[in-house]
């Protein structure tokens, strides 16, 4: 099972920071990723870390802008936005990929999925 939580309404400009709690002993053996969907719009990829931390890969719109991190201690990754922008306004996220070797980016790839958290952007 999994949490997201961090969501809010931001200024644009500012920061959150995302956190997304696992349940379960085997965290440590799921590729993560967050993913976003906006009123309207299919539900797209942000961010995604390999099993260990040592890989991530980022969606064109917050490269630069935001770093996903693991706690595989915790069983907690985290998604930190920084410069937020209006257009970054969605329902974000979180998933685990049970048979990731690398970081994968598409919806249907991931196999649980948090009940989101609402990121809201003003300008």
């Known amino acids: 099972q999994l949490q997201a939580s961090g969501g809010g309404l931001v200024q644009a400009g500012g920061s959150l920071r995302l956190s997304c709690a696992a349940t379960g002993r085997t965290f440590s053996s799921y590729g993560m990723g967050w993913f976003r969907q906006a009123p309207g719009k299919e539900r797209e990829f942000v961010a995604g870390?390999?099993?260990?931390?040592?890989?991530?890969y980022y969606s064109d719109s917050v490269k630069g802008r935001s770093t996903i991190s693991r706690d595989n201690v915790k069983n907690t990754v985290y998604l930190q936005m920084n410069s937020l922008k209006p257009e970054d306004t969605a329902v974000y996220y979180c998933a685990a990929d049970l048979f990731a070797l690398v970081v994968r980016t598409r919806v249907a790839e991931y196999d649980y999925w948090g009940q989101g958290t609402q990121v809201t952007v003003s300008s």
């Open positions: 870390i390999s099993r260990s931390g040592a890989i991530t």
